[in-house]
């Protein structure tokens, strides 16, 4: 357990050092360059590993950062709303990457939780195939060799069912009243 809190606040902390190095590169190279999508992999763990809350927030410190870097960097613009504007496609595009993440991570498990129940149930049934002729006299049942078992070794050697045998109330009575120990 303590481990796990280890790894995660060291992932936290490369996620949020790397959105950074991507920053000064941004503000290193200027405008002429783009780093734009390299943003994304520290936006993907987030999502991943910390759910859709750390990936939106993520996505809001990254669009900062990028605004930040190309502010800083001397491009200039002929209004401010083209920057408004990048950034804002920058922030719309962060989060919409961070949800669908997210997202197919939820879907994932999902999946990956149906198919551990879904080979647990398998794994506990044993099909038998076809029709099973019986005896109507003694129920015996005719195997595919063609020969004849009891009920109860049949289904044993067919599946993990094991038997113990008893009586129910009716033939109990009827047992009991043929022995006459009740009249």
């Not at 060291?10 to 000064?24: A, C, P, R, T, W």
């Not at 992999?41 to 190309?70: T, Y």
């Not at 960097?73 to 950034?87: A, D, E, L, P, R």
Request: some cysteine.
């Amino acid at each position: 357990m303590e481990m796990q809190v280890y790894k995660k606040t060291f992932l936290l902390l490369i996620i949020i050092l790397s959105i950074f190095i991507l920053g000064l590169i941004d503000l290193r190279t200027g405008f002429e360059l783009n780093f734009f999508v390299f943003y994304f992999i520290p936006l993907c763990l987030a999502a991943l590993f910390f759910g859709i809350e750390l990936g939106i927030a993520f996505s809001i410190i990254c669009a900062l950062v990028w605004f930040f870097a190309d502010k800083l960097s001397g491009h200039i613009y002929s209004s401010n709303i083209f920057i408004v504007w990048n950034t804002l496609i920058r922030l719309s595009s962060f989060v919409l990457i961070s949800w669908l993440v997210n997202k197919i991570n939820m879907l994932y498990q999902s999946e990956k939780r149906k198919t551990a129940d879904l080979q647990k149930a398998v794994s506990e049934i044993k099909i038998l195939e076809s029709f099973l002729s019986i005896c109507c006299v003694c129920k015996k049942i005719r195997d595919k060799e063609g020969g004849w078992q009891h009920i109860e070794s049949y289904i044993s050697s067919h599946s993990a069912t094991l038997f113990s045998h008893g009586y129910c109330p009716e033939c109990a009575m009827k047992a009991m009243t043929e022995a006459g120990l009740i009249k």
